[in-house]
C-alpha cells in the first residue's frame, strides 16, 4: 500500500505557533514545526524595525518642534566666566535657525553633517545617536563646569 504523505501548516490558537498536519485520513499527525518558537520569523522582524523606524521619525520630530521652540537657550542657561553672552546666543540662535528648517546633525568618524529631517533612512540611526551623546555630554560637562563655579563663590 502507497503512503501518500501531505504536508499543511495551520495556525495553532492566538499564540501564533505553527503546527503541521502530516498524512491524510485516519493515522494524520500533528507535530510542532521545526521551527524554534524562540527563531523570529522575517515578518516580525520587518515589523519591529518598521515600527523602531516610526518612533526614531516621531523622537526627531518632536526634538526639532523643542529646538524650534529654544530647548537649547534654556539648557545652555548663563554664561560660564570666560565665555560671551553674545556667542552663547548665537549658538542657540542658530540651533534654533537649523530646526526651523528641518536640519538634524549626523556624527560619524567625529565629523558632524546636517541633514534634513525627511531625508534621514534607517542607516542614519546611529550617526544620529552619536549626535545625541556628545551633545548631552557636552551640556553635562558644561553644567557641571558651572556647579563648580557657583560651589567656588559659596
Not at 534634513?116 to 552619536?130: K, T, W
Request: aromatic letters at 4%; one cysteine or more.
Amino acid at each position: 500500500m502507497k503512503s501518500c504523505a501531505t504536508d499543511r501548516t495551520a495556525t495553532r490558537g492566538r499564540s501564533g505557533g505553527k503546527m503541521t498536519l502530516r498524512g491524510s485520513g485516519a493515522r494524520s499527525v500533528i507535530e510542532p514545526d521545526k521551527r524554534s518558537a524562540a527563531e523570529p520569523d522575517k515578518r516580525s522582524i520587518a515589523r519591529a524595525r518598521l515600527a523602531a523606524w516610526k518612533s526614531f521619525v516621531q523622537e526627531e520630530l518632536r526634538e526639532l518642534e523643542l529646538r524650534k521652540d529654544g530647548q537649547l537657550a534654556r539648557l545652555l542657561g548663563e554664561p560660564l566666566p570666560g565665555e560671551s553672552p553674545e556667542a552663547l546666543q548665537r549658538l542657540a540662535s542658530e540651533d534654533r535657525r537649523q530646526a526651523e528648517e528641518g536640519l538634524v546633525a549626523l556624527m560619524s568618524n567625529g565629523k558632524v553633517s546636517y541633514k534634513h529631517v525627511e531625508e534621514l533612512s534607517p542607516e542614519d540611526m546611529p550617526a544620529r545617536d552619536a549626535v545625541n551623546r556628545a551633545r548631552t555630554t557636552w551640556l553635562k560637562d558644561r553644567r557641571d563646569a558651572w556647579l563648580a563655579h557657583e560651589e567656588g563663590q559659596s
